[in-house]
């Protein structure tokens, strides 16, 4: 069945052959209902494994135990039964939407069929291996087969970039903000749709986690697999050696304007007078990320929850130094394997507002969770809670 | 009015008013997978309900569980009619195809230039078998 999978696709695709593969990510062992499991299971009782080493994403469940997770039965049993699956099929228990942050990082050029669209996005253009956005249910497939239609981002011609996104007018302050690179990902996601640009104006290497943030805004606002940045990332020397032709197809030169209006878009209501809930780690938080959160906190007590979603990859050392327990004790609820946009943790409230520094928090919240969103800086974010309303500060582009 | 389709996934033939979206969306985190109206609050058709329409999409954006949402349409009960995309869409599509394996009739996905949806907006649309748009008598 899964190489009847890849076939059909390769068809659909036009891919006229299959390439083997390093490595997958999969991201088809979140439950939306019962389909999903019923496929996986299919899967088992074929006898299938998966023929390359297989990361998991998020799943609908908290199998660490560190928040509770509000799916009632029979939904809860059968994402139980649908992680399983997965297990059984021979995949790792990363059980993040970070696999890079958790080890799994394959080498320059290497061809890989990962799914979920930010850890394609990351995968592609910080790490330089190659991949299309795999969906759910091909990911696995691949991983079964340990092949992939020959299509698309495997081929080196086509990772080129054919526009210009050109930041060099934005001001130094903004980028040393911490909400510059999702609120210019979501920015670059829904000027650019699919097609391949590169940022240039970048002086500095952002560090990882800004580039992490950057694609997954871009990836929820956009169709985005691939970006580049001249300058910092493997493929992107500089402009001249990314781009397809001579001359670039387009050129967005991005205005303190056009970053205002996208930075105002990520929030769904203006100015509530008090908040309900904090998200962060959409990507999952890193260790770095943790640090900043403890730095900013500073042993003071929340006045509302801060969810702060992550891989068990970080907790584990989270837990070993008494740093989880001090988290807890502020008010931060730590959400392990799985996140709060994906299954239900956070209360159900039929006005509530959610306040989060992620650009995908941002773009999904409001439609799975019924919050309306409030986008601001972790710092901002920390505040909010501290104090039970929203607090900004300025920062302009 | 009339068109004729390639079909990108074979399927069921159908009937339904068309649905003709003005923006890409994410299938996942955009539709309900169990009632199958869009909730993304940001898009323009937000509330409408994608089931049992003929559903011409300008693009997908987002999230690579969109397959997995329209499996879960499919097996519920509250997939579109038919699917009508500008390209073949390589995540959104897997889900017809597992369908498919699974042995759950599925709607069939057809090809049809974007410069005509307009065209179908609001009427009564039938796909045939052989992928053809009609106007429903």
Request: a negative charge; glycine letters at 10%.
């Given at each position: 069945?899964a190489?009847?999978i890849?076939?059909?696709?390769?068809?659909?695709?036009?891919?006229?052959?299959?390439i083997?593969?390093?490595?997958?990510?999969?991201d088809?062992?979140?439950y939306h209902?019962?389909s999903g499991?019923?496929?996986a299971?299919?899967?088992?009782?074929g006898?299938?494994r998966?023929?390359?080493?297989s990361?998991?994403?998020?799943?609908?469940?908290?199998?660490?135990?560190?928040s509770?997770?509000?799916l009632?039965?029979?939904?809860r049993g059968?994402a139980?039964?649908?992680?399983?699956?997965y297990?059984r099929?021979?995949?790792?228990?990363?059980?993040t939407?970070?696999?890079?942050?958790?080890?799994h990082r394959?080498?320059?050029?290497s061809d890989?069929?990962?799914?979920?669209?930010?850890?394609?996005?990351?995968?592609?253009?910080v790490?330089?291996?190659?991949?299309?956005r795999?969906?759910?249910?091909?990911d696995?497939a691949?991983?079964?087969?340990g092949?992939a239609?020959?299509y698309?981002?495997?081929?080196?011609?086509?990772?080129?970039a054919?526009?210009?996104f050109?930041?060099?007018?934005?001001s130094?302050?903004?980028?040393?903000?911490e909400i510059a690179w999702?609120v210019?990902?979501s920015l670059?996601?829904?000027?650019?749709?699919?097609t391949?640009?590169?940022v240039?104006g970048?002086?500095n290497?952002?560090?990882?986690?800004?580039?992490?943030a950057?694609g997954?805004?871009?990836?929820?606002s956009?169709?985005?697999?691939?970006f580049?940045i001249?300058?910092v990332?493997?493929e992107?020397?500089?402009?001249?050696?990314?781009?397809a032709g001579?001359?670039p197809?387009?050129?967005?030169?991005?205005?303190p304007?056009?970053?205002?209006?996208a930075r105002?878009g990520?929030?769904t209501?203006?100015?509530?007078?008090?908040?309900?809930a904090?998200?962060i780690?959409?990507p999952h938080?890193?260790?770095?990320?943790?640090?900043m959160?403890?730095?900013l906190?500073a042993?003071?007590r929340l006045?509302?929850p801060?969810?702060?979603c992550?891989?068990?990859?970080?907790l584990?050392?989270?837990?070993?130094?008494?740093?989880?327990?001090?988290?807890?004790a502020?008010?931060?609820?730590?959400?392990?394997?799985?996140?709060?946009v994906?299954?239900?943790?956070?209360?159900?409230l039929?006005?509530g507002?959610?306040?989060?520094?992620s650009?995908k928090?941002?773009h999904?919240?409001?439609?799975?969770?019924?919050?309306a969103?409030?986008y601001?800086?972790?710092?901002?974010?920390v505040e909010s809670?501290?104090?039970?309303?929203?607090?900004?500060t300025?920062i302009?582009? | 009015?009339?068109?004729?389709?390639?079909?990108?996934?074979p399927?069921k033939?159908?009937?339904?008013?068309?649905?003709?979206l003005?923006?890409?969306?994410?299938?996942w985190?955009?539709?309900?997978?169990?009632?199958g109206?869009?909730a993304?609050v940001?898009?323009?058709?937000?509330?409408?309900?994608?089931?049992g329409?003929v559903?011409?999409?300008?693009g997908?954006?987002g999230s690579?569980?969109?397959?997995?949402?329209?499996l879960e349409?499919?097996?519920?009960?509250?997939a579109p009619?038919?699917?009508v995309?500008?390209?073949?869409d390589?995540?959104l599509?897997?889900?017809?195809?597992?369908?498919r394996e699974?042995g759950?009739?599925?709607?069939?996905?057809?090809r049809?230039?974007?410069?005509?949806?307009d065209?179908?907006?609001?009427?009564s649309?039938?796909?045939?078998e052989?992928g053809?748009?009609?106007?429903a008598?």
């Amino acid at each position: 069945m899964a190489m009847r999978i890849v076939a059909e696709s390769a068809r659909l695709l036009g891919a006229p052959r299959l390439i083997p593969i390093a490595s997958a990510h999969i991201d088809g062992a979140l439950y939306h209902g019962d389909s999903g499991t019923l496929f996986a299971e299919r899967l088992v009782e074929g006898g299938a494994r998966v023929a390359v080493r297989s990361t998991l994403n998020v799943g609908a469940l908290d199998l660490m135990g560190c928040s509770r997770i509000r799916l009632e039965e029979p939904q809860r049993g059968m994402a139980r039964r649908m992680m399983e699956a997965y297990r059984r099929l021979g995949c790792e228990q990363s059980w993040t939407c970070a696999p890079y942050q958790a080890g799994h990082r394959p080498t320059l050029g290497s061809d890989v069929a990962w799914g979920e669209s930010n850890a394609v996005v990351f995968c592609n253009s910080v790490l330089g291996a190659r991949t299309n956005r795999y969906g759910d249910f091909l990911d696995i497939a691949c991983a079964i087969t340990g092949r992939a239609p020959d299509y698309g981002l495997h081929h080196p011609e086509n990772r080129r970039a054919r526009l210009v996104f050109d930041v060099s007018a934005l001001s130094a302050t903004f980028f040393a903000s911490e909400i510059a690179w999702p609120v210019l990902g979501s920015l670059y996601g829904r000027e650019v749709g699919n097609t391949i640009g590169v940022v240039t104006g970048i002086a500095n290497h952002p560090g990882e986690d800004a580039l992490k943030a950057f694609g997954a805004a871009a990836a929820s606002s956009g169709a985005v697999g691939l970006f580049h940045i001249a300058g910092v990332t493997p493929e992107a020397a500089d402009v001249e050696t990314i781009l397809a032709g001579p001359e670039p197809e387009a050129t967005i030169r991005v205005t303190p304007q056009m970053v205002a209006k996208a930075r105002a878009g990520l929030s769904t209501t203006a100015a509530p007078k008090t908040i309900d809930a904090i998200a962060i780690g959409s990507p999952h938080l890193s260790h770095a990320e943790f640090d900043m959160l403890e730095r900013l906190i500073a042993g003071r007590r929340l006045a509302v929850p801060i969810y702060a979603c992550t891989g068990r990859h970080v907790l584990a050392s989270l837990e070993q130094d008494g740093r989880r327990k001090a988290l807890e004790a502020s008010g931060v609820v730590i959400v392990a394997d799985t996140c709060v946009v994906v299954t239900p943790i956070m209360p159900e409230l039929s006005n509530g507002v959610l306040m989060t520094n992620s650009g995908k928090f941002a773009h999904y919240a409001p439609g799975n969770t019924g919050y309306a969103v409030l986008y601001a800086s972790l710092a901002d974010c920390v505040e909010s809670a501290i104090v039970g309303k929203p607090r900004f500060t300025d920062i302009a582009a | 009015m009339s068109a004729a389709t390639e079909i990108l996934v074979p399927g069921k033939a159908g009937e339904g008013e068309a649905l003709v979206l003005t923006a890409p969306i994410s299938f996942w985190g955009g539709v309900d997978p169990r009632s199958g109206r869009i909730a993304d609050v940001r898009h323009p058709q937000h509330g409408e309900v994608i089931s049992g329409r003929v559903l011409f999409l300008p693009g997908t954006i987002g999230s690579s569980s969109a397959s997995a949402v329209l499996l879960e349409l499919v097996r519920n009960g509250r997939a579109p009619a038919a699917l009508v995309l500008h390209e073949p869409d390589a995540i959104l599509l897997l889900g017809l195809i597992v369908a498919r394996e699974m042995g759950w009739e599925a709607p069939m996905a057809v090809r049809l230039g974007r410069d005509v949806f307009d065209t179908f907006r609001g009427i009564s649309v039938n796909v045939a078998e052989d992928g053809a748009l009609t106007v429903a008598a």
